[in-house]
Antibody
Framework: QVQLQESGPGLVKPSQTLSLTCGVS??????????WSWIRQHPMRGLEWVGH???????YYNPSLQSRLVISIDTSQNLFSLSLNSVTAADTAIYYC??????????????WGQGTPVTVSS | SYVLTQPPSVSVAPGTTARLTCGDS??????VQWYQQKPGQAPVLVMY???DRPSGIPERFSGSNSDNTATLTITRVEAGDEAVYFC???????????FGGGTKLTVL
C-alpha cells in the first residue's frame, strides 16, 4: 500500500520561504514510472494544484506559482520537497502531497498524504 | 483553458440517485477525474478518465462525459456518501491541472 506523509513547519512568517517534504513508502520513487505532486487547499475552499515532479527531475508547475516555486526530488531518500518563497497570507492552506497515478496520459491523483496545515503569519 | 463549473450543493434522499455535474464548453475533449472529500480528510479518487473506477470504489459510482458536461452519478445514495466532490482535468495546452470548485453532497 502506497503511503505519503507530509512534514514541515506549520507556521511561516510573511516574506519567508515555506519548505515541506513528502516521504513515500510502499513505492520506490527511483524505480517507478509515476510523477509526484503537491496540491493545496485554502481554508474552506477548493483544491489548487501546485506542481509535480518525475524521478528525473522533470517538473510541471502551476503558472501562478512558478516564479516562487521549486519542487525537488531525492530518490535516495524516497522523498520529494516543495519550496515556496516570498510567502504571504494567501499561501495559508493545507498542503497535500500525492502520487500521480497515470503512467501515461492525463494525470490523476490516486494516493494522497493526510495533508499538513501551513499558516503564514507574523 | 478550462474553467470547471460545479454547483455548490446538491441534496438527495437516501436510496435515491445523485447526479453531480462539472461543466466547461470543451470538457468533452478530455478525461475527467472525480474526488470525494469528507471533513478533515484528504480527497479520495472515485473516478478517472471519465468512467473508470479505482479498486475499492463501489459500483454505485459511475461517470460520463459528453458535450459540455461531465457527470458523476451515485445510485442508491447512502449517508456515508455525504462529502464534497471535486472534478479535475489536465489542460494539455498549458500543462496545467485544473480543479472544479466542488459540490457539497448532502444526504437528507
Amino acid at each position: 500500500q502506497v503511503q505519503l506523509q507530509e512534514s514541515g513547519p506549520g507556521l511561516v512568517k510573511p516574506s519567508q520561504t515555506l519548505s515541506l517534504t513528502c516521504g513515500v513508502s510502499g513505492d520506490s520513487i527511483s524505480s517507478g514510472t509515476y510523477y509526484w505532486s503537491w496540491i493545496r487547499q485554502h481554508p474552506m475552499r477548493g483544491l489548487e494544484w501546485v506542481g509535480h515532479i518525475f524521478r528525473t527531475g522533470r517538473t510541471y508547475y502551476n503558472p501562478s506559482l512558478q516564479s516562487r516555486l521549486v519542487i525537488s526530488i531525492d530518490t535516495s531518500q524516497n522523498l520529494f520537497s516543495l519550496s515556496l518563497n516570498s510567502v504571504t497570507a494567501a499561501d495559508t492552506a493545507i498542503y497535500y502531497c500525492a502520487r500521480v497515478g497515470a503512467v501515461a496520459g492525463p494525470p490523476y491523483f490516486d494516493y494522497w498524504g493526510q495533508g499538513t496545515p501551513v499558516t503564514v503569519s507574523s | 483553458s478550462y474553467v470547471l463549473t460545479q454547483p455548490p450543493s446538491v441534496s438527495v434522499a437516501p436510496g435515491t440517485t445523485a447526479r453531480l455535474t462539472c461543466g466547461d464548453s470543451d470538457i468533452g475533449t478530455t478525461g475527467v477525474q472525480w474526488y470525494q472529500q469528507k471533513p478533515g480528510q484528504a480527497p479520495v479518487l472515485v473516478m478517472y478518465y471519465d468512467s473508470d473506477r479505482p479498486s475499492g470504489i463501489p459500483e454505485r459510482f459511475s461517470g460520463s462525459n459528453s458535450d459540455n458536461t461531465a457527470t458523476l452519478t451515485i445510485t442508491r445514495v447512502e449517508a456515508g456518501d455525504e462529502a464534497v466532490y471535486f472534478c479535475q482535468v489536465w489542460d494539455s495546452s498549458v500543462d496545467h491541472v485544473v480543479f472544479g470548485g466542488g459540490t457539497k453532497l448532502t444526504v437528507l
